[in-house]
C-alpha cells in the first residue's frame, strides 16, 4: 500500500485500536488461479506473538482454505471513509487549484495463514467472536445460549482461520495534508452533508 509519511500510522497500540474499530476484513490470499478474497468477522489475539494474530472462520464449502495460496495471506481493515469535496477547500475561492480526494483509515495486516479444524478449537474461535460483538449489549447472547448438538452441527460445517502478524502497514488519510482552513472546510462539510459525521469527527482543525 502506497502511505506517505503524512497518512502512515506507526503505533502498534494506535493500530491495534484501528484494528478493533473496524473488526469486518477482507481476507486476501493469492493463487495460482489468481487472488481469493472473503469478507471476515476477525479478532486479534494481542497477547499471541510480537504483533499479535488474528483469528476468524470460514464455511467448510468457500473454495478459499483448501486452495493453495502462495506467501502470506493479507487482511484488509477498511475504518470510515467519505469522499471529499473541492467545493469545501477555503483554498478554492483563493486560487482554484483543487481537485477532490477521498478520506479514509486502513490497516493491512500480513502473516502466514493456518486453516484447522477440531471441535475445541473452533469452539474456542466461535466463542471469542459472539463474546467480543456482544459484550456491550443489554442482553448479551452466547454461543452456551443454543442447544449443544446445534452447536456442534454448526461448526462440522466451518474451518478456523489463525494468522499470526508478522507485517502491519496502517494508514490516516484525514485532510493532515491541508491547511488549517481547509481541513476546517473539510470537517464542515462532511457534518453538513449528514453522512459521514464519523469521518469529519477524525479531522484535526
Same mark, same amino acid.
Given at each position: 500500500?502506497?502511505? +506517505? +509519511?503524512?497518512?502512515?500510522?506507526?503505533?502498534?497500540?494506535?493500530?491495534?485500536?484501528?484494528?478493533?474499530?473496524?473488526?469486518?476484513?477482507?481476507?486476501?490470499?493469492?493463487?495460482?488461479?489468481?487472488?481469493?478474497?472473503?469478507?471476515?468477522?476477525?479478532?486479534?489475539?494481542?497477547?499471541?506473538?510480537?504483533?499479535?494474530?488474528?483469528?476468524?472462520?470460514?464455511?467448510?464449502?468457500?473454495?478459499?482454505?483448501?486452495?493453495?495460496?502462495?506467501?502470506?495471506?493479507?487482511?484488509?481493515?477498511?475504518? +470510515?471513509?467519505?469522499?471529499?469535496?473541492?467545493?469545501?477547500?477555503?483554498?478554492?475561492?483563493?486560487?482554484?487549484?483543487?481537485?477532490?480526494?477521498?478520506?479514509?483509515?486502513?490497516?493491512?495486516?500480513?502473516?502466514?495463514?493456518?486453516?484447522?479444524?477440531?471441535?475445541?478449537?473452533?469452539?474456542?474461535?466461535?466463542?471469542?467472536?459472539?463474546?467480543?460483538?456482544?459484550?456491550?449489549?443489554?442482553?448479551?447472547?452466547?454461543?452456551?445460549?443454543?442447544?449443544?448438538?446445534?452447536?456442534?452441527?454448526?461448526?462440522?460445517?466451518?474451518?478456523?482461520?489463525?494468522?499470526?502478524?508478522?507485517?502491519?502497514?496502517?494508514?490516516?488519510?484525514?485532510?493532515?495534508?491541508?491547511?488549517?482552513?481547509?481541513?476546517?472546510?473539510?470537517?464542515?462539510?462532511?457534518?453538513?452533508?449528514?453522512?459521514?459525521?464519523?469521518?469529519?469527527?477524525?479531522?484535526?482543525?
Amino acid at each position: 500500500m502506497y502511505n +506517505p +509519511p503524512a497518512f502512515a500510522v506507526a503505533d502498534l497500540i494506535e493500530i491495534r485500536a484501528m484494528i478493533r474499530a473496524c473488526p469486518l476484513a477482507n481476507f486476501v490470499t493469492a493463487t495460482a488461479d489468481g487472488p481469493i478474497a472473503t469478507p471476515l468477522p476477525m479478532f486479534l489475539d494481542e497477547s499471541e506473538g510480537e504483533m499479535g494474530t488474528l483469528y476468524a472462520h470460514l464455511a467448510k464449502p468457500n473454495p478459499q482454505w483448501k486452495t493453495q495460496a502462495f506467501g502470506d495471506g493479507l487482511a484488509i481493515f477498511m475504518g +470510515p471513509d467519505a469522499y471529499v469535496s473541492p467545493a469545501w477547500y477555503a483554498s478554492k475561492a483563493e486560487h482554484g487549484r483543487v481537485v477532490p480526494t477521498w478520506n479514509y483509515m486502513t490497516v493491512q495486516a500480513r502473516g502466514p495463514v493456518e486453516f484447522f479444524e477440531g471441535t475445541a478449537r473452533l469452539l474456542d474461535v466461535v466463542s471469542r467472536l459472539t463474546d467480543l460483538h456482544e459484550k456491550d449489549r443489554a442482553t448479551a447472547w452466547s454461543v452456551t445460549d443454543a442447544p449443544e448438538a446445534y452447536v456442534a452441527g454448526q461448526l462440522r460445517g466451518i474451518v478456523g482461520l489463525r494468522m499470526p502478524i508478522t507485517a502491519l502497514t496502517a494508514k490516516r488519510k484525514m485532510s493532515q495534508n491541508r491547511n488549517q482552513a481547509d481541513r476546517a472546510g473539510v470537517k464542515q462539510g462532511l457534518s453538513d452533508s449528514g453522512q459521514a459525521a464519523d469521518v469529519a469527527a477524525l479531522i484535526e482543525g
